[in-house]
Structure formats: structure tokens, C-alpha cells
């Protein structure tokens, strides 16, 4: 059963893009400098997947592979995704996927791009747009994969270790399901850990089945 409603975070409680349509949302956004990331990124990374979507998935940002190829979660972490979902028998060509933040922030060393966490400014001005993709579909569940897309949807209050595979209710008339960001796994070295952490994460994901039936 979803928990009662936690104090919501920007995407939920503040002003957003409006639009008629999910493209012409992403067609406003093209041009967004409501931060500074647009400067060094290659491209804005939208969301994408059908416009009658029931299941919404928020990660953190765009990461190397998907700021060149302009699409979210196409790198080894959404390779991951891909894999639990279909263990949790979920289709990932019917979900939407985005993320909280979308133009990717990194840090050069040499000549790879490495990844740096959004910072709480970054997440609110960003949280213009994920408003707004959830206010267009109004879906049946949204997941919120790691910190960075829990803190846009619920605030800080709300903690990953804390609310793990909890369905929170939240005043848009739809819960939050938490569980972590997949390129958690990809960082866990011991093959034991690693495959325990997997069926926890497809655990989760399997929640998601009731909420749209």
C-alpha cells in the first residue's frame, strides 16, 4: 500500500513549462539555459517513450552516452534497466523514461567526461520541465531511481536507504515507487553483493505491475 503523503519536492510542488503535447515540451526545452549545464553539454537530453504512458522512470541526468546520443538511459546503466525490467516483467517500450536533470554535468579528466552529481539548484531549475512531462502524462506510478530523481519528486527530506521500494502517495494522484538509480550495480564489485543487489532492485521494479493493472 502506498504511505502517506511526505512533503514534495520541485517537480511536484512548483510552477512548471506548460504544453499540449510531450513534443512540443521537449520542442520549448531545446533552447533551456534556466542553468548553467546547457554551456558544456553536447545537447539537452528529453524524455521519451509513448505519450499514453502509465509508468514514468526519473533517473538523474544524462550521462556521456546519452549526451551524445541525445536519448536517455542507451548507456551500460540503461542496459541494466533494461535487463530488470524484463526480469520484473515490466516493457520498457511502454514506460517513459527521463530524468530529473537534463543536460549532462561532468568533470574532465583527460580525455573521458566523468560524471558529477546536480546540485540542489540544478535539480530545481530543471524540475521546470520534469513538471511538466508529469503534469502532460499523468501517469499511473512514477519511479524514482536514486537520490538526485527523489529529491526533484519528493524533496529531501525523503531518503533512497530510508524509503527503498516504498510506493508514496503523493497530491498529483499518483505514488512514487523509490528504489535506486541501476548504475549503482554497475559500481559493486563482489559478484555476490552485486547479484543480491539486482534481485532487490528487480523487487522493487515489480511493484510497478500492480499499480497499473
Not at 191 to 204: I, N, P, Q
Amino acid at each position: 500500500m502506498p504511505r502517506e503523503p511526505v512533503k514534495m519536492g520541485p517537480a511536484l510542488s512548483g510552477e512548471h513549462a506548460e504544453a499540449n503535447s510531450i513534443a512540443a515540451l521537449r520542442k520549448q526545452a531545446e533552447g533551456c539555459e534556466r542553468c548553467d549545464l546547457y554551456k558544456h553539454a553536447t545537447q539537452l537530453v528529453f524524455g521519451e517513450g509513448p505519450g499514453e504512458a502509465r509508468v514514468v522512470l526519473v533517473g538523474e541526468q544524462p550521462g556521456d552516452r546519452e549526451d551524445l546520443a541525445g536519448r536517455p538511459f542507451v548507456g551500460p546503466a540503461g542496459r541494466i534497466l533494461d535487463e530488470c525490467l524484463h526480469e520484473a516483467g515490466i516493457d520498457r517500450s511502454s514506460c517513459y523514461l527521463t530524468n530529473a536533470v537534463k543536460h549532462f554535468k561532468f568533470e574532465e579528466r583527460g580525455k573521458r567526461r566523468l560524471h558529477s552529481r546536480p546540485n540542489a539548484g540544478e535539480i530545481e531549475r530543471c524540475s521546470w520541465w520534469l513538471g511538466a512531462e508529469l503534469e502532460e502524462l499523468h501517469p499511473k506510478v512514477v519511479v524514482a531511481l536514486g537520490a538526485t530523481a527523489l529529491a526533484s519528486l519528493l524533496g529531501r527530506r525523503a531518503g533512497v536507504l530510508k524509503n527503498r521500494g516504498d510506493l508514496i502517495t503523493t497530491p498529483a494522484g499518483y505514488p512514487v515507487l523509490v528504489t535506486i538509480h541501476p548504475s549503482y550495480l554497475l559500481r559493486i564489485r563482489n559478484r555476490v553483493d552485486a547479484a543480491a543487489e539486482r534481485g532487490r532492485f528487480v523487487k522493487d521494479l515489480a511493484k510497478i505491475a500492480a499499480q497499473v493493472e
